[in-house]
């Protein structure tokens, strides 16, 4: 399919036509920006649709009202706003220069140059744009880069990492995503530059590097990124070979367990790393989890039996289980492919947790008290339970809580009443 073959039908895509038909003309311009022209000529998926104009956000807003369209000032001190079609939302924002930069953040005035706009972006194939009339606009060469698979910087690279130093992440992000390689004058800055990194939010880190370690070079850049002393932010030293067999090359992941075989190698690990990059809590006990079930296999080198992932089920819970499993076996150097760990995932997949089928009150009804007696006597029947099998016939669990029972009396406690 030609390049104008692939803008048509990005033009053509639903709310696409009445956006334009809505803001473009009558003395301004409206443009298709950034990934979604660059996806739409790389034929990959497309997202969200970001569009940028001539006009200024409040004339945008009237505009878009006028012609029946939701719009939502999510933005408009920066001259963004949202307008919702069917359900879509498209950013629109208007054309904007830089005037003051500080490495997180730009303060910015509202322009009317394209060309502009598109060199105060950081790298040549998110400069792409389009117009109504199906004309690809292309002033600093993104088009190139994209046939060579080549991520570079707009201008000299020093200069776009110093108006914001995330764009050190984003260059091998974008790298990971879309290049064949690194740009060597990219990657120089990068390391020369890296410090930067240490004024940035955690937050901005935290979502950068999940997005990073969710491409689908994630293992080639990583591990450059490793060499190069570009992963001091996570406060843990990472190990590349691993994260390299979690998945086949090629393939886009969860940027999470990118990160936990990366970086993730104890309980401590995922303390610090949460920390270090601010996760949710959710975030933060799945890599709690993930290292626990990573600690309980620790040195397997085949996959683990069905006993041992049940015993993983009950003591950890599915996700963690899964999640320990995916890294045992990158730590073992074997292929996402393998049949015995393909069986492993698909039995903690359709396996539920075992329940036990005792509670506290089967050890009232034979005399032991409440407090530390029955917590022991608790311990020493999951022990008894999980090494018989976790079994469920009435009869074998009764023998095991009276085992529980007599283990009690030969050391800490003495049942009542006898």
């Known amino acids: 399919m030609s390049d104008?073959?692939?803008?048509?039908k990005l033009l053509e895509r639903p709310g696409v036509p009445r956006i334009f038909a809505a803001l473009d003309g009558?003395?301004?311009?409206?443009?298709?920006?950034?990934?979604?022209?660059?996806?739409?000529?790389?034929?990959?998926?497309?997202g969200d649709i970001d569009l940028a104009s001539t006009a200024p956000p409040e004339?945008?807003?009237?505009?878009?009202?006028?012609?029946?369209?939701?719009v939502v000032p999510t933005g408009i001190e920066h001259g963004t706003v949202t307008v919702v079609i069917d359900g879509a939302p498209f950013e629109v924002t208007t054309l904007r220069e830089d005037v003051e930069t500080d490495g997180r953040r730009a303060k910015v005035r509202f322009g009317r140059d394209f060309g502009a706009d598109a060199e105060r972006r950081d790298f040549t194939l998110n400069a792409?744009?389009?117009?109504?009339?199906?004309?690809?606009?292309?002033p600093v060469g993104g088009r190139a880069d994209l046939d060579a698979r080549r991520v570079r910087f707009i201008g000299a690279p020093r200069r776009r990492i110093t108006e914001d130093f995330l764009r050190i992440l984003r260059f091998f992000r974008f790298s990971a995503c879309y290049g064949a390689g690194l740009d060597p004058e990219g990657f120089r800055a990068c390391i020369a530059l890296r410090d930067g990194l240490q004024n940035l939010s955690r937050e901005r880190l935290g979502a950068e590097t999940l997005k990073l370690l969710g491409a689908p070079r994630a293992a080639f850049v990583a591990e450059a990124m490793a060499r190069a002393g570009l992963f001091a932010y996570l406060g843990v030293a990472p190990w590349p070979a691993r994260l390299k067999t979690l998945r086949d090359d090629g393939e886009r992941g969860d940027g999470l367990m990118g990160l936990a075989a990366l970086a993730l190698f104890s309980e401590g690990d995922?303390?610090?790393?949460?920390?270090?990059?601010?996760?949710?809590?959710?975030?933060?006990?799945?890599?709690?989890?993930?290292?626990?079930?990573?600690?309980?296999?620790h040195g397997a080198r085949v996959a683990p039996s069905p006993a041992s992932l049940r015993e993983a089920l009950f003591r950890f819970g599915p996700e963690a289980a899964r999640d320990g499993l995916e890294l045992i076996r990158a730590e073992a150097g074997v292929s996402p492919q393998d049949s015995d760990f393909s069986r492993a995932q698909a039995f903690l997949r359709d396996t539920p947790p075992p329940t036990p089928p005792?509670?506290?009150?089967?050890?009232?009804?034979?005399?032991?008290?409440?407090?530390?007696?029955?917590?022991?006597?608790?311990?020493?029947?999951?022990?008894?339970?999980?090494?018989?099998?976790?079994?469920?016939?009435?009869q074998i669990v009764a023998q095991l809580i009276e085992k529980a029972c007599e283990m009690g009396e030969d050391s800490r406690w003495t049942r009542r009443d006898r």
Do not use: C, M, Y
């Open 26 to 46: 009558e003395g301004e311009e409206l443009r298709i920006v950034g990934g979604a022209v660059r996806n739409a000529l790389l034929g990959e998926p497309i």
């Open 270 to 297: 995922a303390e610090r790393l949460g920390a270090a990059l601010r996760f949710s809590n959710a975030q933060k006990q799945r890599l709690l989890g993930a290292a626990r079930a990573n600690a309980f296999w």
């Open 128 to 138: 792409l744009s389009l117009d109504a009339r199906g004309v690809l606009h292309d």
């Open 4 to 8: 104008a073959e692939k803008l048509k």
């Open 358 to 394: 005792f509670r506290a009150a089967d050890f009232f009804a034979r005399g032991i008290p409440k407090g530390p007696a029955l917590g022991a006597a608790l311990k020493s029947l999951q022990a008894l339970w999980i090494r018989a099998g976790f079994p469920t016939d009435p």
């Open 59 to 70: 004339v945008n807003v009237l505009r878009a009202q006028k012609a029946g369209l939701k």
